[in-house]
């Protein structure tokens, strides 16, 4: 009796302690600045102050429990890591630390509820924002300076999948002309605004393009783009010309591997260009000896990746294709051609037609034409990338849906090794009893 009335007395002493709860924490990256949301079910009573090597943000929200599950690692901010707790200053409040990947700065304000929100305590990292005083404290006040629109489309975790679309050519480089004046640079440029309208449309996708205007990109400086924004994959749009009007039809080119092997060679020579081409793990080769090996080493297993990446959504491609132009070859055909330079980004290049016969001239000029062809494509990288997730995106959160239809003579050791499984993962993810198989049985093949 005594300790349950000890227990209800510390219960209702400490209960106004936890008046508030912090309820979510939700983060946007941009490029220059990422902004980081804490939803509270009451206005926050807060304090903040920035530490130093390794650079953080701390935030001590008082007379506040925690419903959310922290940490939470943030892959694509250029300026966070990781939001995580720590020890709080007394057992009414929690403290957050914000793990910040460089000195940055740092704006707090809180949010009265508004269209759907409840209360919130924004975080502003990097911009223009007014600097982080160190120690500073704040409370809500209605003269908070107003808050930057919120992007409706938010990756819980899990980063978008970046797809960079090049339309080919540009300025001064109209590309091929069609006997009807038709310039390949502007079909090129109309058909990838398309395709980047259909991609931002998929949750957890989302598109960049190397130009949006009539100017002229070098080549190489395409690659660079990608490579900037972090792309998942390099779609270059171009449409084809030959001096006969008769040949017609989609192709897809795909790198190849003897110009790959040429890159990497060249690359591996300039030790400057290392640390952008390997990230973090040009560091560590830094003082070895064996850096020019080991370099030699990562660039190759880029390239194979690449390779593979650039040659299953070139199939993908083709096969979407298929069903709303006509094809001129029915496989990705290896190149060197435009792009198709950079070993280290998977590229494919998409041929969409002849603009040197005069009835695909006509259709690719075409706006309901271009949107077919976009739409082909979006859907083709969709379903690419759901089969195939890269690591930490939200396709790879949602589970990939890969499934395989079984052919003679596969087992299931063959189908492990081939998708980068394990032979339990397969039989667990379909709860296979024998390791029998049969022709023309239908298996998930899990994620790693
Ligand atoms: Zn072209």
Redesign the pocket.
Known sequence: MTKWLSGFLLWLCCWPLFANSLDDVRVWPSDDKTRVVLDLAEAPDFSYFLLKSPERLVVDIYKTGQKVKLPLKVDDSPLISKVRNSTPKDKGSIRLVLELKQATKASLFALAPAEGNGHRLVIDLGGDGPTGSPKGSSQASPSVKPPAPVPVKAPAQGRDIVVAIDP??GGHDP??IGRHKTY?KHVTLAIAKKLQADINKVPGMSAVLTRSTDTFIEVMDRADIARQKKADILVSI??DSVNSAQPRGASVWVLNNSRAKRVIGKWVDEKDRHSELLGGAAEVLEDTKQEQYLAQALLDMSMDHSRSVGQGIGSTILKELGKVTKLHKNRPQPNSL?VLTAPDIPSVLVETGFISNPEEEKLLANGWHQGRLAGALAQALKEYFTAWPPQGTLFAQQGSKRVHLVSRGESLSVLASRYGTTVSAIRHANSLKSDVLWVGQKLTIPSN
């Open positions: 080919g050519h590309g091929s390949e171009h449409a435009g």
